[in-house]
């Protein structure tokens, strides 16, 4: 091998410099600048400096195979930043379930928890199925409370789809509100009273716009993690695909907020079997569309003041 013995080469490793002069090499420190001399070969040292460049440019090729990598996700992002299914976007159907304050005759011992879907409720949840029935959803899920589920049911039965029971869709835990039922309370009376105090809480939810206005119920900061995780959760197991998910105007409202970023815990009211959408991906979130109703107009189910 050739060697060159007249021409000075510097190559610069950390803090040292590596001086071939001749047969001699120099390392020199470049902070102090004191100089020695070692006795080694020529190749040894410049095969030595070699892997060092080596290794310096795999270090620089790495950098630049990740700032490259980083600058395709953040351009992709730019380039979508509406959560394109095409590109992972996951599109969640928020559906709230139908009329569930039956009549007296309907009536199930218990409080509003337990009641089924009233005349009106069945007929609203057959108009949002016969809405969607074109739709591909890749799941159905629900909240485990009666009136969600029997929401459900007609939409998973016309697509062939399970409706799977999500314990975390479940409505927020209220606190007591109001006076209590007395004791003996008939149908009627006790009809008029779920009634009324579904009204109270909507007045009072609207008017404060946080659950922890009501003493005893569930924290506000803590039913919102719970609500956001929840649908984050069954999003990330459908990229690029759209599920319905079957729940309640508390549920909804605190999700919508998160996703439009308020503080407030309800901010709208939601109608019964109204749609509204959000697209999600990896923790990012854009609401689409808002307390869809058409079903109903349609279907003759909405009370439009004249």
Known sequence: MALRSSITDLVFLSDEVIRYVGGRTEV????????????????????????????????????????????????????????????????????????????????????????????????????????????????????????????????????????????????????????????????????AHLRERLRVVAIRAAAAGYWSSIPGSEPSAAFRARVVAVHDGLAARHPGGRIACFEHGGTINTFVAAALGLERDFFFPVANTAISVVRLKAGQRIVLSLNDVCHLREAGLLDIPE
């Open 28 to 191: 020199r420190s470049r902070r102090s600048h004191t100089s020695w001399s070692a006795r080694a070969t020529r190749v040894g040292v410049r095969t030595k400096a070699k892997g060092a460049v080596a290794a310096n440019m795999d270090e620089q090729t790495v950098g630049e195979q990740r700032a490259a990598a980083h600058g395709e996700a953040s351009a992709r992002d730019e380039q979508d930043p509406f959560l394109s299914p095409k590109n992972g976007g996951t599109e969640v159907y928020l559906i709230r379930h139908g009329d569930a304050l039956p009549s007296p005759e309907d009536l199930l011992p218990g409080d509003y928890d337990t009641q089924n879907l009233s005349e009106l409720g069945r007929k609203q949840a057959e108009a949002v199925a016969e809405r969607l029935r074109g739709t591909r959803f890749a799941a159905i899920y629900t909240s485990p409370l009666g009136r969600a589920r029997q929401t459900a049911a007609p939409l998973a039965q016309q697509l062939g789809l399970e409706a799977e029971v999500v314990a975390d869709l479940r409505e927020i835990r209220l606190g007591a509100l109001g006076p209590s039922l007395p004791e003996g309370a008939t149908p009627d009376e006790v009809a």
